[in-house]
């Protein structure tokens, strides 16, 4: 559930042209005062109950809004049980972003092994409204509920092209097809071809079994056969584990930072679809952020 702390200088990389830049210049919160707010929020509901706690975390004004921080609540349900900023969602049991993705499925699956860190696609009230990409963090409280809180990375544009999402999910698709119409073996010989057919303008198929191991990376095949289930992005994000919850749950698509082999491996927002297979390893292939993230 912890993780190391993560600072502006080496932490927070993100791209921006050809740079990966620190935090947007609004920021005025960093990583580990963030931890520290969740922390302190599950003292609270320790220590006065979950009713009294809600009650707080649900407070505009409340004592769990500070500048850019607030704390939301959701629990194994996947329904909203606090959130300051919009009260609507209070009740609501799901969450999609303008992605796609399974946004409260990401976090309960987060939380079920204990909470850290992950991104998510969410208005900016700063903003106005804005859809922008957010770190959050988030633990899980006595399995009955978890809390969260986060920052917004305004300086990374976080949208991609719907049709373009499409055609990630089809060629997945092709794939996973492919696997299962000439097995394992074969498939995965094939996948890790860099000049193969599943290699694409950049795309290409990954693929790792359910304890880790990688089993189809074309562009690090120095990689393949070792275990990644630790692996790690720049800003702390356990995306292995989190690509395979993901899988668990049959399909479905998540962010996280990685090489782009078309920006001679520039660690670059990505946006990945992945699909179980047999129960035992998972496939995927990802879609990367624009060159041009838009400066806020």
């Given at each position: 559930m912890?993780?190391?702390?993560?600072?502006?200088?080496?932490?927070f990389?993100?791209?921006?042209?050809?740079?990966?830049?620190?935090?947007?210049?609004?920021?005025t919160?960093s990583?580990?005062e963030?931890?520290?707010?969740v922390?302190?929020?599950?003292?609270?509901?320790?220590?006065?109950?979950?009713?009294?706690?809600?009650?707080?975390?649900?407070?505009?004004?409340?004592?769990f809004?500070?500048r850019?921080?607030y704390?939301?609540?959701?629990d194994?349900?996947?329904?909203?049980i606090?959130?300051?900023?919009?009260?609507?969602l209070?009740?609501q049991t799901?969450?999609?972003d303008i992605n796609?993705v399974?946004v409260?499925?990401?976090?309960?699956?987060?939380?079920k092994?204990?909470?850290?860190?992950?991104?998510?696609?969410f208005?900016?009230?700063?903003?106005?409204?804005?859809?922008?990409?957010?770190?959050i963090?988030?633990?899980?409280?006595?399995?009955?509920?978890?809390l969260?809180?986060?920052?917004y990375?305004?300086?990374v544009?976080?949208?991609f092209n719907q049709?373009?999402?499409e055609?990630l999910?089809?060629?997945?698709?092709?794939?996973?097809?492919?696997a299962?119409?000439?097995g394992?073996?074969?498939?995965?010989?094939?996948?890790?071809?860099a000049e193969?057919n599943f290699?694409?303008?950049?795309?290409?198929?990954?693929a790792?079994?359910?304890?880790?191991?990688?089993?189809?990376?074309?562009y690090?095949?120095e990689l393949?056969?070792?275990n990644?289930?630790?692996?790690?992005?720049?800003?702390?994000?356990?995306?292995?584990?989190q690509?395979?919850?993901v899988?668990k749950?049959?399909n479905?698509?998540?962010?996280?930072i990685?090489?782009?082999?078309s920006r001679n491996m520039?660690?670059t927002?990505?946006?990945?679809?992945?699909?179980d297979?047999?129960?035992?390893?998972?496939?995927?292939?990802?879609?990367?952020a624009?060159n041009?993230a838009e400066?806020v």
């Open positions: 912890k993780f190391a702390a993560l600072t502006c200088v080496v932490a990389v993100f791209l921006t042209v050809t740079t990966i830049p620190c935090l947007a210049s609004d920021q919160t990583w580990n963030v931890m520290a707010f922390d302190e929020g599950v003292t609270y509901v320790n220590n006065n109950g979950m009713e009294k706690a809600l009650e707080e975390f649900n407070k505009p004004t409340g004592s809004v500070r850019d921080l704390i939301f609540a959701y194994f349900n996947g329904t909203c606090a959130h300051p900023i919009n009260p609507s209070v009740g799901g969450l999609s796609g399974d409260v499925g990401r976090e309960l699956a987060l939380a092994r204990g909470g850290g860190t992950m991104y998510i696609v208005p900016n009230p700063a903003h106005d409204g804005k859809e922008e990409l957010k770190q963090y988030i633990e899980n409280v006595n399995d009955s509920l978890y969260g809180s986060g920052l990375l305004s300086n544009s976080a949208s049709e373009e999402r055609e999910v089809a060629y997945v698709d092709e794939a996973l097809q492919f299962q119409e000439n394992k073996e074969k498939a995965l010989e094939v996948f890790n071809d193969g290699t694409r303008d950049g795309r290409y198929i990954f790792y079994d359910y304890d880790g191991q990688s089993l189809a990376l074309p690090q095949p393949v056969g070792t990644r289930i630790d692996a790690q992005d720049p800003n702390g994000v356990y995306f292995i584990q690509v395979i919850d899988a749950m049959g479905g698509s998540i962010y996280y990685y090489p782009d082999p520039t660690d927002l990505k946006l990945s679809y992945v699909v297979m047999d129960g035992s390893w998972l496939l995927g292939s990802g879609m990367y624009d041009g400066n």
